[in-house]
């Protein structure tokens, strides 16, 4: 991920016109200091990083209870009123404003004016804008592997995607470059929600469609009906800035449609605490959050909106398990997935495809599993998702996962999980050897079976394990047939799963399967001897 240096931008005015005079609902006008007294001065946070942009500071106003209290209408003019009072005391202009994610405003002045206006009493604090980029983008050829890899619990995989809806009730707001919403993948569910940049939504870059078609495209996507939202922040280029992301994210906690997702994969290199706070405020208002972890090989806990404790931060793997060379690591991960070479919507025609590799790539896989479990669970809050997330990964399978991560990678079917496992159900010894998904027409799971062996004392085992109604009694069966032998079956209305059925091979070959939910597997004879 690098960020170009640019020297110049042409801002956008947002006509924010007060009409109210409670002006005092936010604060007093500033007070002029004393004839020959030095002016008081606060800190500007992130003031002279690589990444500052010169002359755009982020005013965050300290909250009172007669903002909290107003309507998000009111409460916008009030901060709007507020913002220009505090600006034009400091020979300043506003940008844009904040209501919803933050309390405060984009202040266009010189940097002694931001340090004068960060010691006003009604300033919680002043961050000096930045500029940040999209953490993917690098295109290459290989074909994508990642929604083969999130359905099954272990390598090699089996050539398909399995999934336990298509969540067409939720929605994933997707903070990006934008969406080319008439791309085919989409089927007539892309829409442009908000855009910072020129108001027209257009993906010029191709990252955001890109993203979009992971999340949800009818082919590319993890969840194949979520309704898709772009919220453009990121320009041509794929950069922007933390003004503009705000305000992003602003338009999203004020209009999101829940049950609602947001994928962020955008990354401020040197962090940001009013990017981080918008997202988190956000997330307190109902909407998950998925954010991609950064790549820049480095602790992902130095960067925004990685570090956001509430969101769901993602960091990237091969298709060999391993970390990917680029992904950000550490404690701040809670888990990964698949980002090397993913293969996805392009913006180039309604039918075209691109092959990027990033921690960008990553958290769309995870934004749509998140679709998905909110499609079935329309209540759970964000940390409801994230922890049912967490709780479904596949644990131990990523090689050099990198200092304080979690190593746990995205599993589809293990975070819609049944409460029980194919070893638990077989007994101690046992490890799983092979597995296939149970789906009827059109991909929707039911299931998937487990052929299991103890190399203790040489013994298979199958079980069939449920991933719809679970806790009600249903037809589920599984069965085991020792090649020359006669077939055990365990068949009958089971609430969680069928099996074990067990049985001794002695070099034979075994033919195994089960069903449940109108959806059946019959294996070949095989794993012989």
Not at 82 to 103: F, K
Not at 384 to 408: E, I, K, W, Y
Not at 439 to 448: D, P, Q, S
């Amino acid at each position: 991920m690098g960020l170009s240096p640019i020297t110049s931008r042409r801002w956008q005015a947002i006509g924010l016109l007060a009409a109210t005079a409670a002006v005092t609902a936010v604060g007093g006008p500033a007070t002029a200091a004393p004839a020959g007294a030095t002016p008081a001065t606060g800190e500007i946070r992130l003031a002279g990083t690589p990444d500052a942009v010169p002359g755009s500071y982020i005013v965050v106003l300290k909250d009172t209870a007669a903002t909290a209290r107003a309507g998000l209408g009111d409460r916008r003019r009030v901060v709007a009123e507020r913002a220009q009072t505090l600006a034009r005391g400091h020979a300043g202009t506003v940008g844009r404003v904040y209501a919803a994610g933050l309390t405060g405003f984009e202040a266009r002045l010189s940097e002694s004016a931001a340090r004068r206006l960060a010691a006003d009493p009604s300033v919680a604090y002043v961050e000096q804008n930045q500029w940040a980029s999209g953490t993917g983008g690098t295109q290459s050829a290989p074909p994508s592997w990642g929604l083969d890899r999130i359905d099954e619990p272990t390598r090699p995989v089996d050539g398909l995607y399995t999934y336990p809806n298509t969540a067409t009730a939720v929605h994933a707001y997707v903070i990006d470059s934008g969406i080319r919403t008439t791309h085919r993948d989409f089927a007539g569910r892309a829409s442009s929600g908000f855009d910072a940049v020129d108001g027209t939504g257009t993906d010029c870059h191709g990252h955001g469609t890109h993203v979009a078609g992971t999340v949800g495209g009818t082919s590319y996507g993890v969840a194949k009906g979520v309704r898709l939202v772009s919220v453009r922040v990121l320009k041509c280029d794929n950069t922007t800035t933390a003004a503009d992301t705000i305000a992003g994210v602003d338009w999203v906690t004020a209009n999101a449609v829940k049950p609602a997702v947001a994928n962020m994969s955008i990354g401020f290199r040197s962090g940001s605490t009013s990017v981080d706070d918008a997202v988190a405020r956000s997330i307190a208002s109902g909407v998950t959050y998925v954010v991609s972890a950064g790549n820049a090989t480095a602790d992902a806990c130095t960067q925004s909106p990685a570090r956001v404790p509430a969101a769901i931060t993602v960091g990237a793997t091969t298709s060999a398990d391993a970390r990917a060379s680029f992904s950000n690591y550490g404690t701040c991960l809670d888990l990964f997935a698949p980002g090397d070479a993913i293969v996805s919507a392009g913006r180039a025609s309604d039918t075209a495809s691109a092959t990027m590799s990033g921690t960008s790539m990553a958290a769309p896989h995870v934004t749509g599993a998140a679709a998905l479990i909110l499609a079935e669970n329309r209540t759970f809050t964000p940390a409801q998702v994230r922890d049912r997330l967490v709780a479904g990964a596949t644990s131990g399978v990523v090689t050099s996962p990198g200092t304080g991560s979690p190593n746990l990678l995205l599993r589809v079917e293990g975070a819609l999980r049944n409460p029980y496992t194919p070893v638990e159900a077989c007994g101690s010894g046992y490890k799983v050897i092979n597995s296939r998904p149970l789906a009827v027409t059109g991909g929707a799971l039911r299931g998937r079976v487990y052929l299991l062996y103890n190399g203790s004392n040489a013994n298979n085992c199958v079980v069939t394990m449920k991933a719809t109604s679970l806790g009600t009694a249903t037809q589920v069966a599984a069965y085991l047939e020792v090649q020359g032998s006669t077939r055990r079956t365990d068949s009958g209305s089971y609430s969680y799963y069928a099996g074990p059925v067990r049985a001794a091979a002695g070099g034979k070959c075994v033919k195994w399967g089960g069903s449940t939910g109108g959806a059946q597997y019959d294996s070949p004879f095989e794993h012989c001897g």
